[in-house]
C-alpha cells in the first residue's frame, strides 16, 4: 500500500522552512527520500533505517518515527534549488527490495 | 549525471505497436531497477533484476517484459500499446539488492498515439 505524503503542495519564499510528511497504515520498515525536479530524473536525497533515525545534508534533515509509522523532511532556510517535487518510498514491507512510493510533495521556492 | 544511460530519450508511436526502452547501469552496479511515471503520477516501481535475474516484481503488466544481459544493460519491452501506456519510464540502479541509493537515469518519454 502506497505512503500518504502531505501536503500535496507548498509554495513558499525563498528563506523560508517547510516541511513534508510520509505516513504508512502498514508498518514502515525504512523510509527513502528523494526529490525530482520538473523534467528530469528522481535524485536520492537519504535512507532512514530504523526508527528514531534522524538524518541531515546541509539545511535538509529527517526523521524517521517506527511506532507512527511516519517520517517527515525538513528544509531549512529553503533556496530556490529546492523546488521540485519530493517522494518518500517505503519496502512493499520487511525485507523487500521493491520500493512504494508516494504521490509526493510538490514544493514551490519562489524569490 | 548519475551514470545511468537511458535510450531512446523520447518514442512516439501507435497503439498495438511494440516498443523496447534500454539502459545501461552505472559501472559496476548489479541491481536494475525500471519505474512508471504518468502525468502528474508518483513512480511505479515495475521491476528489478540483480546480475541478470529477475528480484522483484511489481504492477507490471503481462503486455510488459524485461531482462537484463550478461553485461548488465537492461532492457524493458512493451508490447500492445494502449494509449494509457504513455508515460516516462525511468531505469535506475544500485550496487546491490539491499537498501541502497538508487541512482535514476534520465528516463524515456513514450507517447503512445
Known amino acids: 500500500q502506497q505512503p500518504v505524503q502531505s501536503p500535496q503542495a507548498v509554495i513558499l519564499r525563498e528563506g523560508e522552512d517547510a516541511v513534508t510528511n510520509c505516513s504508512s497504515s502498514k508498518a514502515l520498515y525504512s523510509v527513502h527520500w528523494y526529490r525530482q525536479k520538473h523534467g528530469e530524473a528522481p535524485v536520492f536525497l537519504m535512507i532512514?533505517?530504523?526508527?528514531?533515525e534522524q538524518k541531515g545534508h546541509e539545511k535538509i534533515s529527517a526523521s524517521f518515527n517506527e511506532k507512527k509509522q511516519q517520517s517527515s523532511l525538513y528544509l531549512t532556510a529553503s533556496q530556490l534549488s529546492y523546488s521540485g517535487t519530493y517522494f518518500c518510498g517505503t519496502p512493499a514491507y520487511q525485507g523487500a527490495q521493491k520500493l512504494v512510493f508516494g504521490q509526493g510533495t510538490r514544493l514551490t521556492i519562489n524569490p | 549525471d548519475s551514470g545511468v544511460t537511458q535510450t531512446p530519450k523520447h518514442l512516439i508511436t501507435a497503439t498495438g505497436q511494440r516498443v523496447t526502452l534500454r539502459c545501461s547501469p552505472r559501472?559496476?552496479?548489479?541491481?536494475v531497477y525500471w519505474y512508471q511515471q504518468s502525468l502528474d503520477q508518483g513512480l511505479q516501481f515495475l521491476i528489478q533484476?540483480?546480475?541478470?535475474?529477475?528480484?522483484a516484481k511489481g504492477n507490471i503488466l503481462e503486455r510488459f517484459s524485461a531482462q537484463q544481459f550478461p553485461d548488465l544493460h537492461s532492457e524493458l519491452n512493451l508490447s500492445s500499446l494502449e494509449l494509457g501506456d504513455s508515460a516516462l519510464y525511468f531505469c535506475?540502479?544500485?550496487?546491490?539488492?539491499?537498501?541502497?541509493?538508487?541512482?535514476f537515469g534520465p528516463g524515456t518519454r513514450l507517447t503512445v498515439l
Open positions: 559501472s559496476g552496479d548489479l541491481s
Open positions: 533484476y540483480y546480475n541478470g535475474e529477475e528480484r
Open positions: 532512514l533505517l530504523k526508527g528514531g
Open positions: 535506475a540502479s544500485s550496487p546491490t539488492v539491499t537498501y541502497n541509493e538508487q541512482f
